[in-house]
């Protein structure tokens, strides 16, 4: 009679956690510059919106001109609402935009005193700020981007395969994403396919463009690069489209934060710390 001696019967070992080195040094002291200068062009940029908080087509945009969306105080009886309008759509944002309390009084203002730098409405001291973090920005991004193409991150690291950007690849990255799948094992160890084409769209397609929109509605830079007004059909229209690509961005980081927690708060956080991500390996039998 056969005997069953030669089976191995231990169980299985369950999945085994490994670490591997996932951000560089380069990118992980861009990326928190980056946070830091990205909150502060935001905040200081509100600031600036504040003092005429509508926005216009073309080169030309006041009081009288008629604008595509619009933050403002408006007369109901009494009192006094806050209200947004986009194209014909009119929204009540009383306490949020236009009309937020500020020392415990509701106060005609575009956004809140809590979301602007400096919190009190000074368009000088708002510029200052603007102008130094967007310098910041730049020279950040300048290094990140060097590193990018000579040190081969862009290729290495965002640069999508073909097989990644077939309907059907990407089809199935929608649907785990939608249902919070997220990846494990080998699959960890790189960014998604959505995750490198959203990047890339941030990276070269919105920062570029509020870099140029940013640089054509300064005067100072009219007479060196006066066919920047002309490409993007006024600064009218520069300062709409840097007005969207801050807004898309700030959505980007809303997305990328609900993303970074719910895949592992602190997996990801150590990983832009010190370099270090853990992913879970199937392990074998003992």
Same mark, same amino acid.
């Given at each position: ?183 494990? @094992? ?14 890339? =769209? $941030?990276? %070269? !397609? *919105? ?25 993007? @059909? ?14 898309? =961005? $700030?959505? %980007? !980081? *809303? ?32």
């Amino acid at each position: 009679m056969a005997t069953m001696d030669h089976l191995d019967t231990s169980p299985p070992t369950g999945p085994t956690r490994v670490f591997i080195r996932r951000h560089s040094l380069v990118t992980r002291i861009t990326h928190w510059l980056n946070v830091l200068c990205l909150s502060l062009l935001l905040m200081s940029g509100l600031q600036i919106f504040n003092a005429h908080p509508s926005l216009y087509w073309g080169q030309y945009g006041a009081d009288a001109d008629p604008s595509w969306l619009s933050i403002a105080a408006v007369q109901d009886g009494d009192s006094t609402r806050g209200v947004l309008r986009i194209g014909r759509l009119s929204i009540v944002t009383t306490g949020i935009l236009g009309v937020s309390r500020e020392g415990g009084e509701l106060t005609e203002r575009g956004f809140p005193t809590w979301a602007t730098i400096p919190s009190y409405q000074d368009l000088t001291t708002g510029r200052q700020w603007h102008l130094f973090f967007a310098w910041l920005f730049v020279i950040n991004g300048s290094i990140y981007a060097l590193y990018g193409f000579f040190g081969g991150h862009f290729r290495r690291d965002l640069a999508p395969s073909a097989e990644e950007l077939s309907p059907g690849h990407l089809k199935q990255e929608i649907a785990d994403h939608a249902r919070l799948r997220f990846p494990k @094992g080998e699959k960890a160890r790189h960014y998604n396919a959505l995750q490198k084409l959203t990047y890339l =769209i $941030v990276i %070269f !397609v *919105l920062l570029p463009l509020m870099l140029a929109t940013g640089l054509t509605m300064s005067p100072a830079m009219d007479a060196g690069f006066p066919f920047l007004l002309d490409f993007f @059909g006024g600064r009218q229209s520069a300062r709409s489209i840097h007005f969207i690509c801050a807004w898309s =961005i $700030v959505l %980007f !980081v *809303l997305v990328h934060v609900a993303m970074v927690i719910l895949s592992g708060l602190w997996n990801n956080m150590r990983s832009m710390i010190t370099g270090r991500y853990g992913i879970e390996s199937e392990g074998g039998r003992k």
